[in-house]
């Protein structure tokens, strides 16, 4: 369904995209993780057209992003991070709207646009202006909008961020519905549990380049046995760091901020003991101590030494 | 068909917003009845704007120079002429061109002949740019002039005949110059009052205080939907709508062609209401050729779409576009005569005012309340707006595609 080749792009002399290469089969669920800054954004707005390629190729069910621009679109549904909405319309206005710009038709796209409500839940408030919903409600009439031609990609760039549990679960389950019926999906998060519930695949950027690709039992078998540890101090001095670096059972060292830091250990206990003499040397008090199982979070954490939400 | 979409949803979304509409419609109604009932003293005086008349006469007929001294140049004219004796008519044509003069009176030779001897005689009267209401109060005097003598002469000729006629008859003598004489004064004080020139104050069929302010909100207001399509553009961008329609397959030029519209739609919609309530609250009679006004209300509004890219393009936020646009916005209605009359400004504003669209509009809509408007005297102001709304439009369009 997609087919991304040694894709450019620089902005001006900073380059943001560096050769990313990846290939997603039809009905697939993909997961594109990334700090901030990491190139995501720029990759969704490369595959749906908004921004051109420098170099390479995307293809989209055969078709040719830069070639045929306007049949990739058709294809193609996007699920902006912003409610992309026209606030003082109605639900069933905008999804109308949003219809219609994809080619619909008067009777239909209303039909459409009924379908959709139902589809996200929110059948009942469809005549109500979108300004009077709840941010949930708002995320959820954003993911129909994308929904209202029936693409058969949908690329959803982190659909759920700030929403109620409630809205949270009903977009998950439609996300899962719309992939089991067999609608291609590109899905961004900084949840990895979200990631993890809906995603076949998963490919990490960070830096413009892939750095890691595969499935999660794939991703999550470079880190068995691993352990991270979460520690909350005082104020950690340089020597302190330098001196848990260097221990054996260390991976990795990641401060999260002069108070916070992320310790990836490949072997636990003893080295958990030895950071507790060293804080006691050091006199840096400890706050917080918490031990977690490696995951795909502590993965991505090893790979860009920061966090989702970084 | 993209672009239609969009543009409808545009003014669907306007529709909407309250705070908008009254900004829109009430606001422009409400400073006209004001303007309008407060300077009603000021401009409703009667007296036609002063007209600068370029004169080049080839005649020398008496009936010519009796027009010249006793109409021209008289005493009561002195407030509303202003005479300008020009050599030849290309000096004539030069003085309309630089704005010397309002209009230009052509007299060709046998002008005072054809008059005296009752048979067709045409005055040559020429127009300075936005200066209808000069050129037909000059037409209107001339008319005036030209049917008094014709009436004289016409009525002399006819009673001379008949008194011979009947001197024949009853063979009394009778000495006909002297007759004619007789007659022909008696006739010229019985018409001849000069005050006719007061009591029917030509060309100055003047628009009221409450028409001219009618005329000058609505062209000023219109202009708001320049900031407001700029606005719209602005915030598309900022809550993501303009990049979720890019991803659509619609391009860019539909895009850009749909704000364009809706801004024009709206615009135009803005006009009408205004002229119907104006009309039927306010009772401003907008002229008697309704289709003249919406001509130009059409051009004009297409002007503001213009004029609405050029603020999106130039302009990097909503805010930004509501400060430049508003104070672009106000230098326009001063100096285009939404605020004081463009008539009453010095020859040098009133040259600058030609550079601002409103200008335009409100002259035509003036013009056209006058009743002194042709649709050949229509072209030059539908085609001025017409250009601005190409070129501003051209520029916008030109500078969004290159950012975007």
């Keep these: 369904m997609l087919k991304v080749e040694n894709i450019k792009k620089s902005y001006q002399l900073h380059e943001v995209v560096k050769g990313v290469s990846l290939e997603i089969a039809q009905g697939e669920a993909f997961g594109l993780l990334g700090p901030n800054g990491a190139g995501k954004s720029t990759m969704i707005s490369m595959i749906c057209g908004l921004v051109p390629y420098d170099s390479g190729e995307i293809q989209v069910a055969g078709l040719s992003v830069k070639k045929q621009p306007m049949d990739v679109k058709r294809k193609i549904g996007l699920v902006p991070q912003d409610i992309a909405l026209y606030p003082t319309m109605s639900a069933l206005d905008n999804l109308v709207f949003w219809g219609k710009m994809y080619g619909l038709k008067g009777q239909d796209a209303k039909s459409r646009a009924v379908e959709v409500l139902k589809m996200v839940g929110l059948v009942d408030r469809g005549n109500e202006p979108i300004q009077t919903f709840s941010g949930g409600m708002k995320r959820r009439i954003n993911i129909g909008a994308a929904l209202m031609h029936g693409p058969e990609l949908l690329i959803m760039d982190e659909p759920t961020v700030g929403i109620d549990p409630q809205s949270r679960n009903h977009i998950l389950e439609t996300v899962k519905t719309l992939n089991e019926a067999g609608m291609t999906i590109i899905y961004t998060s900084h949840y990895m549990e979200e990631v993890e519930y809906l995603c076949d695949r998963i490919a990490i950027i960070d830096h413009g380049e892939v750095i890691a690709s595969g499935t999660t039992q794939e991703l999550g078998a470079g880190l068995a046995g691993g352990t991270v540890l979460r520690m909350e101090v005082d104020q950690y001095t340089a020597d302190f760091l330098k001196q848990v670096e260097l221990l054996n059972g260390v991976e990795q060292v990641t401060a999260e901020s002069n108070k916070q830091l992320n310790i990836l250990l490949k072997e636990d206990k003893e080295t958990m003991t030895e950071i507790v003499h060293l804080s006691v040397e050091h006199n840096i008090k400890i706050h917080e101590f918490k031990r977690e199982e490696a995951n795909l979070e502590s993965l991505f954490l090893k790979l860009t030494g920061r966090t989702l939400r970084d | 068909m993209k672009s239609l979409l969009i543009a409808m949803k545009d003014i669907k979304i306007q529709m909407k917003d ?74 004539l044509k030069n003085y309309l061109k630089v704005e010397k003069i309002d209009a230009g009176l052509v007299i060709p030779e046998g002008w005072g002949n054809s008059l005296v001897a009752g048979k067709p005689a045409h005055a040559l009267i020429y127009q300075g740019t936005g200066k209808g209401v000069n050129a037909a109060f000059i037409q209107q005097l001339t008319d005036t002039y030209t049917n008094a003598v014709q009436t004289v002469s016409g009525s002399t000729t006819f009673a001379v005949t008949n008194l011979a006629i009947r001197a024949k008859q009853s063979g009394v003598s009778f000495n006909p110059e002297e007759s004619e004489q007789q007659i022909s004064t008696a006739a010229e004080k019985s018409i001849g009052n000069k005050d006719y020139l007061k009591d029917a104050p030509v060309g100055n069929k003047s628009v009221s205080a409450m028409q001219y302010y009618a005329a000058a909100m609505a062209a000023m207001f219109l202009l708001f939907n320049a900031i407001n399509g700029g606005k719209s553009f602005h915030n598309e961008r ?49 002229g008697s050729n309704v289709w003249q006004t919406l001509v130009l209300a059409l051009i004009y509004s297409f002007a503001v779409a213009g004029l609405s890219m050029v603020v999106a393009a130039f302009t990097k936020s909503e805010r930004a576009a509501d400060a430049i646009g508003g104070v672009g916005v106000q230098i326009f209605a001063i100096l285009g005569g939404s605020m004081i009359p463009i008539t009453s400004f010095p020859e040098v504003l009133r040259s600058l005012s030609k550079v601002t669209p409103n200008s335009w509009a409100l002259t035509g809509f003036v013009d056209i309340m006058g009743g002194t408007t042709t649709w050949n005297s229509l072209i030059l102001p539908v085609f001025v707006l017409a250009g601005i709304g190409l070129c501003a439009a051209a520029i916008g369009v030109w500078r969004l595609r290159v950012e975007y």
């Design chain 2, 18 to 91: 309250r705070k908008q509409l009254v900004l829109m419609l009430l606001m422009p109604i409400v400073l006209t009845a004001i303007l309008g009932t407060a300077l009603k003293g000021v401009l409703d005086s009667g007296e036609a704007p002063k007209t600068v008349l370029g004169l080049y006469n080839t005649d020398k007929h008496n009936v010519t120079n009796g027009f010249i001294d006793s109409v021209l140049k008289s005493k009561d004219m002195k407030t509303s002429l202003e005479l300008k004796i020009v050599t030849s008519e290309k000096q």
């Design chain 2, 238 to 286: 900022g809550t993501e709508t303009l990049a979720r329609l890019m991803v659509t397959p619609t391009t860019s030029r539909a895009i850009l062609g749909g704000k364009f519209l809706g801004t024009w739609f709206i615009a135009l919609l803005q006009f009408l209401v205004f002229m119907i309530v104006t009309h039927y609250v306010l009772v401003v009679d907008w």
